[in-house]
Each structure stands twice: as structure tokens, then as C-alpha cells.
């Protein structure tokens, strides 16, 4: 079975551009998680889909930051415009509804300059 | 003040010693204890998942869950080289394994052949 995967693995922006990372859940997987690791701090959640609906968007930053579940499959997360402060690992999560484990990927390291 | 506190390290130590990472919280929701193993480029992978407090043994990994002290501790064993990897603590509130995930901020533990 394969794992959670991220696309890009990284990717280097100017401030005020935008960016795109995508991540493709274990498939029939359900609940699909996005979370941020800025330098020096914890990673922290940032939202939760269940297919394609948004169950928790509490830990969104702000309206730069928009995610999508079209078709409750795969996951994008936008960064418009993009600063400085949004550097970081950007990491995606995928459970299925009754499972307890949550199967992270590899991570899009996003560095903003 | 953080809702889980971890000691980031780095720890060094030789292989076959007994290592100690520990993690202390503040949220009394919290039930669910887990310990994640991340190595450099990759993702979070459970190692250790428990519920309330106690004890669990997996091979060379001990975890342990003191809730009334708000702390939890997992324990390595004839440590090897390649238990060398950042750990991170991290729990969650009741409910299904939807409900999102705290972490500490991971300690690096570096083991010495």
C-alpha cells in the first residue's frame, strides 16, 4: 500500500507569489489532515477534511491560506500571497474514519524569501 | 505557556544505554499518548500509542503515562544507531483518531556505535 505522498518536496517562493502543495492521502482514507512545522517551534494543526468537507479549519493562520478536497481525493494547499513567516514544513496526514493512527507524509518544505 | 513541553536536546548517548525522553502537558483532555519517530527528510511514523495512563511495551520501547502528573515518558533499550532520530510526543482528546494531534516539539536523540 502506498503512503501518503506530498508534492513538491520543496519549494522556494518570493514573498507575495503564490504556491500550490499537494498531497494525495493513502487511498480510502477519509480524514485527511494538513499540519506546519515553522523552524524552532512544534508542528501544529492546521485543518481537517472529511472527503471533501472541512470538519475543523481551526488552526488555519489566516485568509492567505486556502485548502481544497475536490472529490474527496487528493488535497491542495494554497499560500496567496506567500510571507515570510510561512516558511516552514507543510505535512499531510490521512486516516481512515475509524482508524486511530494518522500516516504522515514526507513533508513540502516551503521556504518564502 | 505550551500545552506539551519537550525538551528539544540534542541527547547523545552510546549505543546500549538506556535512553529517557519525556514530555509534560497541561491539557487534562488529553487521553490518547502517542510517540512519533521522525528521521531527517521524513515524515512523523507512530512508535508508541496509548490510552490513559499505564504502561505498554513494544520490543525495546517502553511507554508510560502518568496523567496525574501530567507527564509521559518513553524508554529505549539497548539503544542502536539507528534509533538516532528526532521523537516527538504527542496526544490528543477523546474520540475517534480524527481529533487532531498536539505535539511537543521533538527531542534529537543522537546514538554513538
Known amino acids: 500500500e502506498a503512503g501518503v505522498t506530498q508534492f513538491p518536496s520543496h519549494s522556494v517562493i518570493e514573498k507575495g507569489q503564490t504556491v500550490t502543495l499537494r498531497c494525495d492521502p493513502i487511498?480510502?482514507?477519509?480524514?485527511l489532515y494538513w499540519y506546519r512545522r515553522v523552524m524552532g517551534k512544534e508542528i501544529k494543526f492546521l485543518l481537517h477534511?472529511?472527503?471533501?468537507?472541512?470538519?475543523?479549519e481551526s488552526g488555519m493562520p489566516n485568509n492567505r491560506f486556502l485548502a481544497e478536497r475536490t472529490g474527496g481525493t487528493y488535497s491542495t494547499l494554497k499560500v496567496q500571497p506567500a510571507e515570510l513567516e510561512d516558511s516552514g514544513v507543510y505535512f499531510c496526514?490521512?486516516?481512515?474514519?475509524?482508524?486511530?493512527?494518522?500516516?504522515f507524509g514526507p513533508g513540502t518544505r516551503l521556504t518564502v524569501l | 505557556q505550551k500545552e506539551v513541553e519537550q525538551d528539544p536536546g540534542p541527547l547523545s548517548v552510546p549505543e546500549g544505554a538506556i535512553v529517557s525522553l519525556n514530555c509534560t502537558y497541561s491539557?487534562?483532555?488529553?487521553?490518547?499518548f502517542m510517540w512519533y519517530r521522525q528521521y531527517s527528510r521524513k515524515g512523523p511514523e507512530l512508535l508508541m500509542y496509548?490510552?490513559?495512563?499505564g504502561n505498554k511495551e513494544d520490543g525495546r520501547f517502553t511507554a508510560q503515562v502518568d496523567k496525574s502528573s501530567k507527564y509521559i515518558s518513553l524508554f529505549i533499550r539497548d539503544s542502536q544507531p539507528s534509533d538516532s532520530a528526532t521523537y516527538l510526543c504527542a496526544m490528543r482528546g477523546p474520540g475517534g483518531g480524527y481529533q487532531k494531534v498536539t505535539f511537543g516539539i521533538g527531542t534529537k536523540l543522537q546514538v554513538i556505535p
Open positions: 477534511f472529511v472527503k471533501e468537507s472541512k470538519q475543523d
Open positions: 487511498s480510502g482514507h477519509d480524514n
Open positions: 496526514a490521512s486516516n481512515r474514519r475509524t482508524g486511530y493512527e494518522q500516516f
Open positions: 491539557n487534562s483532555a488529553f487521553q490518547y
Open positions: 496509548t490510552y490513559s495512563s
